[in-house]
């Protein structure tokens, strides 16, 4: 079918990579044989492109508002009596719906995007314009009001289900499932993951019958991430692999990609897997990079550091996602140098960079004062990311573990008040998570809450003959029940 079209790279990313790209037409290209034919639709799109140009140097909404430019768009191009749709005029005409869709979103008339689209003002071109054309403009302008309002996911959810509501009165399939995957992604955004899983499992069956592999890539994706919100980490991790599988049949774009490794680094750092978690990021890192994509960078570069910082850790201290601390060890720092290359430090350096050395800076410390000090003072860059502020929390107990065995190592009876005090921690908080480290088998002692004292005992080495006689009690019983089960065959025969 001709409106089979392949979806763009990423759901909020389109072939508009600055504003230049769907607001301005060259004459070189929107100009053929009959040049004075469309002279008068690129003079009125020219005045139109300077008019939002001055709103974006300095202009206020109201001022905009009250422009010609919404009039313009749809008498003097849109809807032109001489009915022109050469490939000129075409162009031009896509243009001032891009246009079009801009200026409503700037003054807040959203909601007239739709209309623009489903009614009078698109419709013409529409029908003199091939499926495929009219369904690229459709998600170029959905793409368009994504970026514009990146914020307002109600306007984004309206939009989507008008069109969807649209494509199945005239039976267009193609562009529906294109458009419920947006939807889905935005359900995503919005953390309404039961709705997203349906619409998701209705699309997905549809997209199976057709063996689209390029929607079946994101349709996986975004599976894969809502599951992953749920903590559905089995289903989450089938999801993606069910992605990467779809994805190695087609060519998929370098954001495409770049999304795929950065879940699947994610779901390594789940793991407690910081090393492979690192390599993915990586990857994700340098593709973004190469498309000076610096705001999906720099998260992946977040995410770098952090996983170096705690692998690190791991390997020095004995400290994991699961547990595992390092009473120990005799070494008090990490060696986290060169965590990040000069190179990359000073395109990306800032905030976010230096909240995550100063983590790695406290953490190799095993300074629970100092760890608290910078998760404060750098609020915004860590606690805003939900990645990042999970293994920070996980970090912060096990260094608080780390911190109280080292403390309580050299004795066999101590206060809990003066651990507390060595701490610096409320006696409160210090007494619940002692009694939680026993329960998890952390040390060995007893908590005498009477006298406020913590008794410790020495680690003591498993009974070895206990352990082989069990292991002979096992061998002779399972000797026994061969003999039973051959003199139960012998008595039948």
Same mark, same amino acid.
């Given at each position: ?6 979806? +763009? ?7 508009? +990579?600055?504003?230049?790209?769907y607001?301005m037409?060259h ?11 469309v002279a ?8 139109t ?10 202009g ?10 919404? %009039?313009?768009l749809?008498?003097d ?17 896509e $243009?001032?719906?891009y ?11 959203s909601e ?9 003002v698109?419709?013409?071109l529409?029908k003199?314009?091939?499926?495929? %054309? ?8 959905l793409d ?6 990146p ?15 649209w ?5 267009r ?8 995957a947006k ?15 349906k ?5 997905l069956?549809?997209?199976k ?7 079946l ?5 975004? +599976? ?11 289903k ?13 049949s087609?060519?998929?774009?370098p ?5 795929i490794?950065?879940m ?5 750092c789940?793991?407690?897997?910081y090393d ?7 990857e ?12 999906r960078?720099l998260?992946?570069l977040?995410?770098m ?15 994991s996602?699961i547990?595992?601390i390092?009473?120990?060890t ?6 986290l ?5 000069p190179?990359q430090?000073?395109k990306y ?6 909240a ?8 190799s410390?095993?300074s ?16 805003d990311d939900?990645?990042i502020?999970h ?9 608080? +573990? ?5 403390i ?8 809990? $008040? ?17 009694s ?10 007893i908590?005498?809450?009477? %006298? ?19 292991e ?8 026994v029940?061969s003999?039973?089960a ?8």
């Amino acid at each position: 079918m001709t409106e089979d079209v392949q979806m +763009e790279e990423s759901p909020n990313t389109s072939a508009q +990579e600055d504003d230049t790209d769907y607001v301005m037409v060259h004459k070189s290209d929107a100009m053929d044989d009959d040049e004075e034919d469309v002279a008068d639709l690129q003079s009125s799109l020219d005045a139109t492109v300077e008019l939002i140009k001055k709103h974006q140097l300095g202009g206020t909404v109201q001022e905009l508002a009250h422009t010609d430019v919404a %009039k313009v768009l749809i008498s003097d191009i849109l809807g032109e009596e001489q009915c022109r749709y050469s490939a000129a005029a075409v162009a031009i005409k896509e $243009q001032a719906i891009y246009n079009l869709t801009k200026f409503y979103s700037l003054t807040g008339a959203s909601e007239e995007v739709v209309g623009m689209l489903t009614g009078e003002v698109c419709g013409e071109l529409f029908k003199n314009v091939t499926k495929a %054309k009219c369904a690229r403009v459709i998600r170029q302008v959905l793409d368009l009001v994504c970026d514009l309002l990146p914020d307002n996911l109600a306007v984004q959810e309206v939009i989507c289900r008008q069109i969807i509501e649209w494509c199945t009165e005239r039976k267009r399939s193609f562009l529906r499932q294109r458009v419920e995957a947006k939807l889905a992604t935005v359900l995503y955004v919005k953390e309404e993951y039961v709705d997203a899983l349906k619409l998701i499992d209705s699309l997905l069956t549809q997209l199976k019958k057709l063996d689209d592999k390029q929607l079946l890539v994101e349709t996986h994706l975004i +599976e894969s991430k809502v599951h992953f919100a749920l903590h559905g980490f089995q289903k989450s991790k089938a999801a993606l692999t069910a992605s990467r599988t779809a994805a190695n049949s087609i060519y998929v774009g370098p954001r495409m990609q770049a999304s795929i490794d950065l879940m699947s680094g994610t779901l390594h750092c789940e793991e407690g897997d910081y090393d492979t978690a690192h390599s993915y990021f990586l990857e994700a890192f340098e593709q973004l990079d190469q498309l000076d994509d610096t705001e999906r960078a720099l998260p992946c570069l977040k995410y770098m550091m952090l996983c170096k910082t705690l692998d690190a850790l791991g390997r020095a201290l004995k400290i994991s996602a699961i547990g595992g601390i390092g009473a120990k060890t005799t070494k008090k720092d990490v060696d986290l140098g060169n965590i990040i290359s000069p190179k990359q430090s000073l395109k990306y350096g800032g905030a976010d960079v230096d909240a995550m050395y100063a983590i790695a800076k406290a953490a190799s410390r095993r300074s629970l004062e100092e760890f608290e000090s910078v998760t404060n003072q750098y609020l915004k860059e860590l606690q805003d990311d939900m990645l990042i502020k999970h293994h920070l929390k996980i970090l912060h107990e096990q260094l608080l +573990e780390s911190n109280l065995i080292r403390i309580i190592e050299p004795y066999s009876c101590v206060e809990m $008040q003066h651990v507390a005090n060595l701490i610096n921690m409320p006696l409160n908080t210090v007494e619940k998570k002692l009694s939680q480290m026993i329960l998890d088998g952390k040390f060995r002692g007893i908590l005498d809450q009477g %006298k406020g004292q913590l008794h410790v005992y020495e680690e003591t080495s498993g009974d070895i003959a206990m352990e082989k006689g069990l292991e002979v009690i096992s061998n002779m019983d399972a000797v026994v029940t061969s003999l039973f089960a051959r003199s139960q065959i012998l008595r039948t025969v």
